[in-house]
């Protein structure tokens, strides 16, 4: 009798673990190998109107949908254009699905302003952040905010100039004990700040630079860097992209200035290029094993409701070994 009752028990348990208690199947997860991590992001447009950061609908979507994609339970998620409840919302929903903890390491407030702002004669945005597995990563100092900013001068003339604060951190995967430097970008969009297109490209180019020089000069040699996020700036002049094409000023300042890799060049991801506008970028200064985004993602799904997360889709990059 002892015995069934531990045997139905066990079934119990069993069934508990892969199938869940909603039913759905949660197959336990593998995590990403020592010495490589996988990095997600996403501009995920979850800040700057309060219904939509109220409505849990967008960050649902996003988490289920990025889990059915990724064969690693991420190390790292970047996000953009997120303020606090949005953020914990991925990190909640990150925790719930994959059973492992999530958490906001360097994130906004309520809003997209930080403190002080009233005080500064720019206009100064925080939505950047930083989301880690606890389970597999260790957040370090130093962390915090850089700005990218630009004179008001080169902006549309009357408007304030318009700041953009980029969340940084240093992590250390658990596994090896290997040292990263994190950054969440995300840029201006160019005609809405710039009376001049090239002004801005060429702004991109320079906050990509100093981007890389902070993060050399902030964080010891060997931890392996990492510039994520929206650059609000396609790769090539041309509309599509092309392997070989005349870049924009930004590209060659990442790549062969400061030796970044893009992580779907890096994995051989080229089915990607030129298939679909591609703005947003995971950059590091290591190889990738394996790089995607959510190309699957159509407009369909983007005018459904059930499966919108956001105009932007989202990407992952599986670091090598650095
Ligand atoms: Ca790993
Ligand atoms: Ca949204």
Redesign the pocket.
Same mark, same amino acid.
């Given at each position: 009798m002892r015995t069934r009752v531990l045997v139905v028990f066990a079934l119990v348990l069993l069934s508990e673990l892969v199938f869940g208690s909603a039913g759905a199947q949660t197959v336990p997860w593998l @995590?990403? *190998? *020592?010495g $490589?991590?996988l990095v997600v992001d996403n501009n995920l447009q979850e800040a700057f109107s309060a219904d939509d950061v109220n409505d849990p609908a967008d960050v649902d979507n996003f988490v289920t949908r990025l889990l059915t994609r990724v064969d690693y339970v991420p190390?790292v998620v970047m996000l953009q254009e997120v303020v606090r409840a949005s953020a914990e919302g991925v990190a909640t929903r990150m925790s719930e699905q994959t059973g492992y903890p999530f958490s906001v390491v360097v994130g906004p407030d309520e809003t997209v302003y930080p403190p002080g702002h009233e005080d500064r004669e720019d206009q100064v945005v925080r939505e950047t952040a930083i989301l880690i597995n606890t389970a597999?990563m260790t957040a370090t100092g130093p962390q915090g905010f850089i700005d990218t900013s630009y004179s008001a001068e080169d902006g549309i003339p009357g408007q304030r100039a318009r700041t953009k604060q980029q969340a940084y951190s240093g992590l250390i @995967?658990q $596994?090896t004990g290997e040292a990263y430097a994190a950054m969440s970008i995300h840029y201006l969009p160019t005609q809405n700040w710039f009376d001049d297109n090239q002004v801005a490209w060429q702004y991109k180019a320079q906050w990509s630079d100093e981007l890389a020089v902070f993060l050399e000069a902030t964080f010891p040699e060997d931890a392996t860097r990492l510039l994520v996020g929206d650059f609000n700036n396609r790769r090539c002049r041309t509309r599509d992209e092309t392997r070989e094409c005349e870049t924009m000023p930004f590209w060659p300042v990442v790549t062969s200035t400061h030796g970044y890799t893009d992580a779907l060049y890096s994995a051989g991801a080229e089915a990607e290029i030129g298939t679909l506008k591609r703005i947003d970028y995971i950059f590091g200064r290591t190889a990738f094993a394996a790089a995607a985004s959510d190309l699957a993602y159509t407009e369909e799904d983007k005018a459904d409701p059930a499966t919108f997360y956001s105009d932007h889709r989202f990407l992952w990059g599986l670091t090598t070994s650095p």
């Open positions: @995590e990403s *190998p *020592p $490589q991590i190390d597999t @995967e $596994q």
